[in-house]
């Protein structure tokens, strides 16, 4: 979600912010990373955060990929329509 709404930049600020909460609930022994120091030294930490983050900035950039593309279509579409109402006010005059 935060990936189509805020693209990368939105992204990257939901990590950050995940990231921490996730350590500092690691180091007070609370929330779903609570034992994960103790018996995996926050290795499932960071494979969940390398998921996350892999995933979040794909779908952002695609997303906006995905939106450049649609607005150089439509400047292209009004483009070539122009240059089409150009050339049909040639021919009828």
């Not at 994960?36 to 995933?55: G, K, R």
Request: charged share 10%; glycine share 8%; aromatic share 10%.
């Amino acid at each position: 979600m935060a990936a189509v709404r805020l693209g990368p930049h939105g992204v990257t600020a939901i990590l950050i912010m995940t990231a921490v909460q996730a350590v500092l609930g690691a180091e007070n022994r609370t929330g779903f990373f609570a034992d994960d120091i103790i018996q995996t030294h926050l290795a499932n930490y960071w494979f969940f955060m390398v998921i996350l983050s892999v995933t979040g900035m794909a779908l952002a950039t695609y997303f906006i990929g995905r939106k450049q593309a649609e607005q150089a279509l439509t400047s292209s579409e009004a483009y070539h329509r122009t240059i089409f109402d150009a050339t049909l006010g040639c021919h009828v005059n």
